[in-house]
């Protein structure tokens, strides 16, 4: 993989730019440029036909200055240990930026589970979760859901750590179901945060959302739910793909229906779904179609300096993980199209997943008005903090969020000093 492709090349090139706006001392620039921890597990799955099979999967926490470390799951055949070290350090980066007491961690499986069954894919979670146990805890890591993952792993995770320890431990882990101390609102949390930040951004502009035309990558937990959301407050999501095709109608699509098909489907896909006047695009074309809001909600390094310079959307709002590369941030940049970064954007999962961890310590459960609001003034009060920076300092959004963010995360560990 080109260094220009590389998730963790290219984190480290945003925290550099970061560090060299914020001047940071050399020692701490070494410290936050790479992970703390870094865990590898290879083991055997037994499948339902006999045989074994030996997967991997990895555990890499940022950094554990500002508290415990918090990051997703990822179950994808491209998984690879620079992916998960970069999706780390976002996380550490992310949390900062919305000041909850959370380092950065990420973990993943190299595994396509559509090749799996149920019960393959639980034997998989839970003797992922058992190696990976020595890391994880509600004082030390705490995961949640990512690509391919969902509440019912979560359920598996948090059933195999509680089997370990003889009682249950619900704060382990995030995003499971309500039955077993999941968070009223914490499934649509990240795509309900991305659809207020692009609500804040289309008003620092001066528009209403009535009719604004979004497209959107990705089908899936924050995709759908993103487009959901805008849908429901009056914008016209005329485009959305997912991993098999894309689809475009340029009175807006029915998203509910789309939604409710997709829900049915045994891989959550559009594939199949018909509507009149709707017609399928390839996946290039979705991110070049012309519309106000353009929301890539699925994997990394979709927006490359390859295919910058053709997007024609008046801003990007980022629901995925890095799907911008510094090349096309700068293609971005030069032609006046902002793009409201992932660890603002996407940050609202994070948010209530906290909300999740700190229920489950006290066993207290708030309702969902409740955790809706203090979602929406938490990620509304750092939009409005990096909205500031950046236009006071006239920098970027990223730059911007990079460097409350980054600043952080630096006072944190200089404070708590070098051990020993
Ligand atoms: P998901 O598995 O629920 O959905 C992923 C979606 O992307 C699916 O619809 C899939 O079909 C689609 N997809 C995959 N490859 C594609 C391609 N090449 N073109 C178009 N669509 C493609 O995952 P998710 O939880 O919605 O995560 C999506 C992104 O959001 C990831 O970058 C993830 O790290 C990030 N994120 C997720 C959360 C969360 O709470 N789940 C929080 C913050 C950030």
Redesign the pocket.
């Known amino acids: 993989m080109s260094d220009q492709a590389n998730p963790f090349r290219i984190a480290q090139q945003q925290f550099d730019t970061a560090a060299e706006l914020l001047n940071l001392h050399p020692d701490i620039r070494a410290v936050l440029r790479v992970p703390q921890r870094e865990l590898t597990v290879n083991f055997p799955v037994r499948l339902d036909d006999g045989s074994v099979q030996m997967f991997t999967g990895y555990r890499v926490q940022h950094n554990l200055g500002r508290g415990p470390v918090k990051g ?1 799951i ?1 179950y994808h055949p491209s998984v690879d240990l620079d992916e998960v070290r970069a ?1 780390a350090m976002w996380m550490t980066w992310k949390c900062a930026l919305v000041n909850i007491p959370y380092g950065g961690a990420k973990g993943g499986v190299i595994v396509d589970p559509r090749q799996l069954s149920l019960a393959e894919l639980e034997r998989l979670t839970r003797r992922f979760a058992s190696d990976v146990s020595i890391l994880l805890g509600p004082e030390k890591d705490i995961p ?5 993952t ?1 509440a019912q792993i979560m359920a598996w995770i948090m059933d195999t750590i509680s089997m370990h320890r003889g009682y249950t431990v619900p704060a382990v882990i995030t ?1 499971k179901p309500i039955q077993v101390g999941g968070s009223l609102g914490r499934i649509e ?2 795509g309900r945060g991305v659809s207020l930040m692009v609500r804040e951004a289309v008003h620092k502009q001066g528009r209403a959302l009535e009719g604004l035309r979004v497209v959107v ?8 739910t993103a487009a959901l959301l805008l849908h429901e407050m009056g914008c016209q999501v005329i485009g959305v ?4 095709g ?1 689809y475009y109608c340029a009175s807006g699509l029915d998203i509910p229906a789309m939604r409710t098909y997709s829900d049915r489907h045994t891989f ?2 559009l594939q199949g779904y018909e509507a009149p006047h709707m017609v399928p695009i390839t ?1 290039t074309e979705l991110l070049e179609l012309e519309c106000d809001v353009l929301i890539p ?4 390094n979709q927006l490359t300096g390859a295919n910058a310079a053709r997007v024609r959307a008046g801003m990007v709002v980022e ?5 911008t590369t510094p090349a096309a941030d700068a293609i971005l940049t030069a032609r006046g199209i902002p793009v409201v970064p ?1 660890i603002l954007a ?1 940050a609202g ?2 948010i209530v997943s906290y909300f999740e961890w700190v229920q489950g310590l006290q066993e207290f459960f708030w309702d969902e008005h409740d955790i809706n609001s203090k979602l929406e003034r938490i990620l509304v009060n750092a939009f409005e903090e990096v909205w500031q920076l950046a236009a006071s300092r006239a920098l970027p959004l990223r730059t911007a969020a990079y460097l409350l963010a980054v600043q952080r995360v630096a006072e944190a560990n200089a404070t708590r000093g070098v051990y020993p």
């Open positions: 997703g990822r999706l949640a859901p990512d690509v391919n969902n995003g949390a990240t990558q990705g089908f899936g937990n924050v995709g759908s793909a997912d991993a098999a894309a959550r896909l996946g909600a699925a994997l990394e629901g995925a993980n890095g799907p992932d996407n999962g994070v």
